[in-house]
């Protein structure tokens, strides 16, 4: 009994901790699936920008175009390619901006800024983006910049990506970008429903475990009420056999079994019918030579 339940309690910690380590295995697999998630929608993103500040930068060059082949002057050229990218938009909100080299802004949606320098323009953080737009947009593929900026009418500050690259022609450094907080809400949405995902997963898990736990329980104590039970009736049957009772039998229950102890009530039901055969005849035998015996004593007597 002890034996089997220690078997019983091991078979339940190794399904604990095997139910642990499943656990801890698919929320890493939510875990992943988020990085992932974010990683490309954030490659998607920047793919997206980068790709749209080359568009513009085609069509800067048919004014270029227009002024290599005498059509327009170089200040005419850049005064209807300011104009191009000025009404250029993409998407709900995308739009364009330029500024040259030292921080004079060429376009911006047509606003005061326009005309004016903003190199020293700093973010809510107190971050001099405009000089980071201009740095990265003068590598040879362009850059990306991150700053955070209040949307127009609200004060609070939110995270925008930006993308820009330098237009040689004009010393243009040309760029766009837009607020990435949408991607936070996408990754907090997936977040959402993969925490309920996993809650659901993890419960119907337990459902399972729980249920064959107590399967296993059920047939754990059936089988040890029925080995101690039959070990109890052979031992019993054997006390009797050792205190000479050789007339007692096997229960005929027992002996049908088809296991090990079917096996041994056969065996010890013979084993005692054998000896009570063995003590009839004893008896008999006995009998006999005590019958001898007399005759004997009387044959001496006379």
């Known amino acids: 009994r002890t034996k089997l339940i220690v078997m019983n309690v091991v078979v339940i910690v190794m399904v604990a901790i095997a139910s642990v380590l499943a656990i801890n295995g698919m929320i890493q697999l939510r875990n992943g699936a988020i ?105 040879e593929d362009g850059g990306y910049a991150n700053y955070a900026f209040p949307r127009e009418g609200e004060t609070e500050a939110l995270p925008k990506r930006s993308y820009s690259k330098l237009y040689k022609p004009f010393g243009w450094v040309v760029g766009t970008g837009n607020y990435t907080d949408y991607i936070d809400e996408i990754i907090v949405a997936e977040q959402d429903e993969l925490n309920q995902q996993l809650v659901s997963s993890i419960q119907v898990m337990m459902v399972i475990v729980l249920v064959l736990l107590v399967v296993l329980l059920v047939i754990s104590i059936g089988i040890i009420k029925d080995i101690t039970s039959s070990l109890k009736k052979e031992v019993a049957f054997a006390g009797k056999l050792a205190e000479g009772n050789f007339t007692v039998r096997a229960r005929k ?9 079917g096996i041994l009530a056969v065996s010890m039901n013979q084993l005692a019918i054998q000896l009570n055969d063995l003590l009839g005849q004893i008896q008999s035998e006995s009998k006999g030579i005590g019958c001898v015996v007399e005759n004997i004593n009387q044959a001496v007597d006379t």
């Open 253 to 261: 229950q027992q002996m049908k079994r088809k296991d090990e102890f």
């Open 35 to 139: 990085d992932k998630l974010e990683a490309q929608t954030r490659a998607d993103y920047d793919t997206e920008i980068k790709n749209q500040v080359d568009n513009a930068l085609t069509v800067l060059d048919y004014f270029e175009q227009q002024y290599e082949q005498g059509e327009y002057s170089l200040e005419e050229a850049k005064t209807q390619a300011a104009d191009a990218l000025r009404n250029l938009r993409y998407g709900e909100n995308g739009y364009f901006w330029a500024d040259q080299t030292d921080g004079t802004n060429v376009v911006l949606l047509g606003s005061k800024t326009e005309g004016t320098n903003r190199l020293d323009a700093q973010d809510a953080n107190g971050y001099h983006m405009v000089q980071a737009i201009i740095e990265v947009g003068q590598q």
